[in-house]
């Protein structure tokens, strides 16, 4: 969607002119002759897409994939000189690309390589088996969504990287959004719920702006939206709120606003732990998690992991602190079986 430059192989020559074919007419997908020397670009539908890259060249390179709205879809490889790499990833392709109450973006596929020394030999997009491919879907605030621009990165921005080919991340997270208005915006839930399949995994990461919310209503949302996943046959799983970044001056955390208790006194973890155990949810108790991360660091060291040193943000992540966080994920799916781990990087 988001056309971005990508560096090839200098040795790479690519006509000037290229003609654009819906990779539907393509059985086998599309690869390089999709690309200029400046970008590649897909022009397939709305959906879920299969990419091998084969990474590497002549002299040592160092090789990163992201695409769309600044999705991280393949991690920096290293690869030797004359010793190419095949990597493989599952990417989603929609309309919002982003954010669901965002911008549009450029119809299309698009996916730019980065890195320090960054060498693309090959690509191929093929649509992906539907049969053969998992989802997760993300429904989230800003802490969770696809940041349009830098140097704000949600953590399901950066969890695509440590998944293979065969799960695709669909997030659906949305900047200012509580479990209140996630509810009532049919470009929300109403949008993700009618594209979960039977056994779709659906995270759910609502709090930080659940500022007014009352406690019966939090538990009530976060209970519809179990059964509306449920009710379609997908797998949720509740996520408890990245902490805060605010130290009291024995270097914890253990404060109402770092651990999300809001306004009313609404403790948001500990209803979501709650809500877990009584419909007998699988739980990521991020805040336990991120808090540990960040008293683990300490008052200096874990300001990299927000924005406090580029805008004295407490709350949002910075690329690096998303990256982190999304890790913490990950290794909760893996633990907890959700995902297989022949699937996990």
């Known amino acids: 969607m988001r056309r971005t430059t990508i560096t090839l192989l200098a040795t790479l020559t690519i006509a000037t002119a290229l003609s654009a074919v819906p990779a539907q007419a393509h059985g086998r997908g599309m690869g390089l002759e999709n690309c200029t020397a400046t970008a590649c670009h897909f022009d397939v539908a709305p959906g879920t897409y299969d990419v091998r890259v084969r990474l590497g060249g002549d002299t040592a390179a160092s090789t990163g994939i992201t695409g769309e709205t600044r999705r991280t879809l393949l991690a920096e490889t290293p690869t030797g000189a004359g010793e190419p790499v095949t990597r493989t990833f599952t990417v989603n392709v929609r309309t919002p690309e982003g954010e669901p109450t965002g911008a549009e973006g450029t119809p299309g596929l698009d996916l730019v390589v980065g890195g320090s020394a960054p060498a693309l030999a090959d690509i191929r997009v093929t649509p992906a088996v539907a049969r053969h491919t998992r989802q997760i879907f ?4 800003s802490t969770v969504c696809d940041q349009p621009g830098d140097p704000y990165s949600g953590w399901g921005q950066q ?3 440590y998944l293979r080919k065969g799960v695709s991340v669909a997030n659906y997270g949305d900047s200012g959004e509580s479990t209140v208005t996630y509810l009532a915006d049919p470009r929300l839930f109403g949008t993700v719920q009618p594209l979960i399949r039977r056994g779709d995994l659906v995270l759910v990461q609502l709090a930080h702006n659940d500022k007014q919310t009352d406690e019966a209503t ?3 949302n976060l209970e519809a939206l179990v059964a509306g996943v449920r009710d379609k046959g997908g797998r949720p799983v509740l996520v408890t709120p990245i902490v805060r970044r605010w130290f009291n ?16 006194g609404v403790d948001h973890p500990a209803v979501t732990r709650s809500v877990a155990a009584a419909h007998d949810v699988p739980l990521i108790d991020l805040t336990a998690s991120t808090k540990a991360l960040v008293e683990s660091l300490g ?4 300001k990299a992991l927000y924005l406090y040193n580029e805008k004295r943000d407490n709350t949002h992540t910075s690329a690096y602190g998303a990256t982190a966080y999304a890790e913490l994920v990950r290794d909760e799916l893996l633990a907890q079986h959700l995902v297989p781990e022949r699937l996990v990087r």
Not at 138 to 141: A, C, H, S, T, W
Not at 249 to 263: E, H, I, K, Q, Y
Request: proline share 3%.
């Open 249 to 264: 001056s024995d270097g914890t955390l253990n404060n109402g606003t770092a651990l999300l208790v809001n306004g009313l």
């Open 159 to 161: 969890l695509p990287q």
């Open 138 to 141: 993300l429904v989230g605030d």
């Open 299 to 302: 008052v200096e060291g874990s």
């Open 218 to 220: 939090y538990r009530a």
